[in-house]
Nanobody, 126 residues
Framework: QVQLVESGGGSAQAGGSLRLSCTASLYSASTRCMGWFRQAPGKEREAVAYINIREGNIWYADSVKGRFSISQERAKNTVYLQMDSLKPEDTAMYYC???????????????????WGQGTQVTVSS
């Protein structure tokens, strides 16, 4: 069982920045994909970004491209989500995810990820 512990959420003004952190208790030999999803009230959960922790491939949702940046510290089993130029529509609960099984590429569907963090709230005011 893998635990994912998130931190760094909070409140920001529009145009501001926040950085989320997620530390995994374990990376197995087959672990490649770590990412972030978000869910706003009344909306479906959506993928925000992922990173292949071994090859470095990165993907962003169109809605955050150019504003958010995902990175990692392998030695700490930690991934980060730097969120700049925040907008009110970025308000959501943000979840860190891990897919412990490598199947050739990382996915953007929620049900492809086995492990989820507890979530951290991000609130952006206008």
């Amino acid at each position: 069982q893998v635990q994912l512990v998130e931190s760094g959420g909070g409140s920001a003004q529009a145009g501001g920045s926040l950085r989320l952190s997620c530390t995994a208790s374990l990376y197995s030999a087959s672990t490649r994909c770590m990412g972030w999803f978000r869910q706003a009230p009344g909306k479906e959960r959506e993928a925000v970004a992922y990173i292949n922790i071994r090859e470095g491939n990165i993907w962003y949702a169109d809605s955050v491209k150019g504003r958010f940046s995902i990175s990692q510290e392998r030695a700490k089993n930690t991934v980060y989500l730097q969120m700049d130029s925040l907008k009110p529509e970025d308000t959501a609960m943000y979840y860190c995810v891990q897919d412990p099984f490598w199947r050739g590429h990382c996915y953007t569907k929620a049900d492809e990820y086995t492990y989820w963090g507890q979530g951290t709230q991000v609130t952006v005011s206008s």
